[in-house]
């Protein structure tokens, strides 16, 4: 039976058995152990946490209140946060603080969190109360929005729903900070404002029909077919779970149930949660459809779309599974979101089969992914860590960042303990390498793990229990070992190994007080190439992810202010042309490796490197690269083709460098976030993708409003596709015609730029260095489709 986890002040519950009638139809193969039950030793994942505790309750709870407060009528104690959280995304942070809190209550035990953790729901409470019908939320305007919704009036884009920054999304994190709250810190209150808040939900959409609701799903939701699954099982009650079914949209997940690939630009951390809430559905209700689509979606991702750090997207969108150069090129590469819900993801999939890829995966994403993006000493979380040679990670900054990956990073910090070990009922398996404890009750035993991995291949198992006990001990073989490597040994004898890796090794027998099991665990080191097979590669030893520190010049805005695109590095782009190489044929690179004496897991590699500037460049565990340039991944050339390889790097990137270069801001139009964050408003507009770009059009207006930081631009640079005819348009800047544009078709198949002066008329109209950049339809046309929108400096 699955159990659901609860902290240290916290009893402990089993929502499968005390609480549920609704019992899973897939129960779990390999439970997680409840948080409080693990333990964390010194390591790395222990001064992380350490380090998220301190950010946590740096945080004042009554700014986190404010957006609440404020929209049930009752006057805020403090005023609202900034960035994320005063512009339209108001409460978010509030909802994953309380699932940051209740983690870090079960994981330490801190009393400080306790409280600030009863505090937070006694204040919300008070909001639910005064509202009187079960709600509860930040969004500016929310209720009469929500009305508006009941009755059946949606207008929708991927991002907005009734003019507002994606509520569902926004709520979706209250919703999961109040079923966490009861989970892991057992708050009886949180649990019945959890209910009520489904209760309302459950009333919303009751006159809706189901065209009215999957239209609504368009706009970014969160998990929430997740969290009425889980109300369900919570209560017993199935109306949860045909909520669930129906806030499942069907567009992304019908071709997942036939195995088909359809996540070419989609906006990839819209969707992740969406495939958790189709796997817990499966759980409750055992339909193989829904479970096939979780695991589709999880082989695809993991296998085709991700790189070296376990992440995905660029710009937070799924590029071509093919077509990986933007990975290399973009400094917005993948998002610590998506690694968070993949994860979650991937702990799903494990519990209900126990297979060790998903630990594989899981421990790939959690060391070089997660536990990077999180600045060792002062604190701070990363949005985007570039693949980008020779770029740099920018950190947030407590009073002033306020952005998804804030969020999901207070969360990723304290629950370190989640998989490192998980139970059948006679089976303890040991999955994760990392110093801990943990207390298998039911058994009346804990197991003590000490190791210094990564650092060290020697990994020792400690037994102590109350009276001898028979069980089987399951050992993870990683994939990285290689086979016929691996040894242990119980009590000092060697044991015979038959298993290969990626799978357990097995160790059943009656396990007393002092039995020792000591375990050598080789790491090699290895290339792995990039996902679309093209010339580059990342370093790996064992399965962590080794990077080059290059230089810490130019690292503009490493700690980020509160501006909306504030967690972009947006410091100088250096040509990839002039990145490191790797030269000589791939079989040979590996010797020569070198490990530097006296620094642990620290490598050179001088006789392959080009040029000779970075030859001394050491190689480290990326998650202790931080503060600097770097590259992951290497392009690979042979000596007699390095000329030619720099001359294509060069020629590849030449119109971009040159654009970036001059670019003082610039928007990607029908791409979610940078909408988001250049404030986007339209009258009968519409998104797509073509050529793996995306669009936007409309038979109304649009427009963004554009920094003209120090009033440096001079110029508006537009793209458009050149097969585009019968539309004619005009632009604005600022409430002043520029320019009236007539697309004619006569470009051909490609993407071309057009260039407007913008006037001194323009930068006169300015306010705080803004320019707003409108698109509007004339004559009953079309204006558009736009591709890409800049302004340019000379």
């Not at 889980?230 to 199935?238: C, E, L, M, N, Q």
């Not at 695991?295 to 376990?310: D, K, L, P, Q």
């Not at 303990?417 to 058994?443: D, R």
């Not at 001898?468 to 004898?493: C, D, H, M, Q």
Request: net charge neutral; glycine share 6%; aromatic share 10%.
């Amino acid at each position: 039976m699955k159990k659901i986890l609860f902290s240290s002040a916290c009893l402990l519950i089993s929502i499968g058995s005390a609480l549920s009638q609704i019992k899973p139809v897939e129960p779990s193969k390999a439970a997680r152990f409840p948080l409080q039950d693990v333990k964390l030793l010194d390591s790395p994942f222990l001064k992380a946490e350490q380090t998220d505790l301190n950010y946590i309750l740096s945080l004042d709870p009554d700014r986190l209140l404010a957006p609440f407060l404020r929209e049930a009528g009752i006057t805020p104690k403090a005023s609202s946060y900034t960035n994320w959280e005063n512009t339209g995304l108001d409460g978010h942070v509030g909802g994953h603080y309380l699932t940051a809190l209740a983690l870090m209550c079960a994981s330490t035990g801190n009393p400080k969190v306790q409280e600030r953790l009863n505090y937070m729901i006694s204040e919300l409470k008070r909001c639910q109360d005064k509202n009187g019908n079960g709600y509860i939320g930040g969004t500016p305007g929310g209720l009469e929005m929500w009305k508006q919704i009941a009755q059946g009036k949606i207008e929708v884009s991927n991002f907005s729903l009734n003019n507002k920054w994606v509520p569902w999304y926004n709520i979706h994190k209250l919703y999961a900070g109040l079923r966490d709250a009861y989970w892991y810190a057992n708050n009886q209150d949180a649990k019945e404002m959890l209910i009520k808040l489904s209760d309302w939900a459950v009333k919303l959409v009751a006159n809706l029909d189901e065209a009215q609701i999957q239209k609504m799903l368009t706009a970014e939701h969160g998990g929430m077919n997740e969290i009425f699954a889980d109300v369900a099982s919570i209560t017993g009650d199935k109306k949860y779970l045909e909520l669930a079914r129906k806030f499942s949209h069907q567009i992304i997940l019908t071709p997942l149930t036939t195995d088909q690939d359809k996540l070419n630009g989609l906006h990839a951390n819209t969707q992740i949660p969406k495939v958790i809430g189709f796997k817990r559905i499966a759980e409750l209700d055992g339909d193989k459809s829904y479970e096939e689509a979780a695991r589709f979606f999880w082989e695809t991702v993991v296998n085709h779309r991700s790189v070296a750090i376990g992440g995905n997207s660029v710009r937070e969108h799924f590029h071509p599974a093919s077509d990986f150069t933007s990975m290399i090129t973009d400094v917005e590469g993948p998002e610590t979101c998506n690694t968070y819900n993949m994860l979650k993801l991937t702990e799903s999939l494990y519990q209900t089969s126990a297979d060790v890829k998903y630990i594989d995966y899981y421990e790939k994403g959690l060391y070089n992914h997660i536990l990077s993006s999180q600045h060792p000493d002062r604190g701070g979380f990363v949005y985007f860590t570039p693949m980008r040679p020779r770029h740099y990670r920018v950190y947030s900054q407590p009073q002033s960042s306020f952005w998804c990956c804030v969020g999901s990073g207070l969360e990723n910090h304290a629950k370190y303990g989640e998989m490192i070990y998980a139970h059948s009922t006679n089976e303890l398996f040991v999955n994760l390498f990392i110093p801990s404890s943990v207390s298998w009750k039911e058994k009346n035993l804990t197991l003590t793990q000490q190791t210094r991995f990564p650092d060290s291949e020697d990994v020792t198992l400690l037994i102590e229990a109350k009276k001898p006990t028979t069980f089987e001990l399951k050992v993870r073989y990683p994939s990285w070992v290689s086979a016929g490597t691996l040894t242990v040994s119980i009590n000092g004898k060697a044991e015979k190994i038959t298993t290969t890796p990626g799978t357990y090794i097995s160790l059943n027998r009656k396990w007393k007080t002092g039995d020792k099991i000591e375990l050598h665990i080789p790491m090699a080191n290895r290339l792995e190439q990039i996902a679309d097979h093209t010339n580059y590669y990342a370093v790996f030893h064992g399965p962590i992810l080794l990077a080059a520190k290059t230089d810490t010049t130019d690292l503009t805005g490493l700690f980020a202010d509160d501006s909306r695109m504030g967690h972009v590095a947006k410091g100088k782009l250096y040509p990839l042309s002039e990145s490191p190489l790797l030269v000589g044929e791939e079989k040979n690179l590996l010797a020569s490796l070198t490990p530097v004496t006296g620094k642990s897991l620290t490598f050179t590699a001088s006789d392959v490197i080009y040029p000779k500037k970075y030859q001394q460049v050491e190689l480290i565990p990326f998650f202790r690269l931080h503060d600097a340039r770097y590259v992951v991944y290497w392009p690979q050339t042979t000596q007699a083709q390095i000329a030619q390889t720099q001359e294509m790097l060069a020629k590849k990137e030449y119109t971009n460098l040159k654009d970036e270069q001059r670019t003082v801001d610039k928007v990607f139009p029908g791409e979610q976030q940078p909408e988001s964050d250049h404030f986007f408003t339209g009258e009968n507009t519409q998104t797509g993708i073509h050529k793996n770009r995306h669009w936007r059009d409309a038979r109304g207006w649009f427009s963004y409003v554009l920094n003209n930081k120090e009033k440096k631009a001079t110029l508006l640079q537009v793209t458009y596709y050149g097969l585009d005819k019968d539309r004619t348009f005009d632009i604005f800047l600022n409430d002043v015609k520029v320019t009236s544009v007539t697309l004619d078709g006569s470009r051909g198949d490609q993407f071309f730029t057009a260039e407007y002066p913008i006037s001194a008329q323009v930068i006169q109209k300015s306010k705080d260095d803004k320019i707003v950049v409108k698109f509007a339809a004339t004559g009953g046309s079309v204006a558009g489709g736009v591709y890409d929108v800049r302004l340019l400096k000379n």
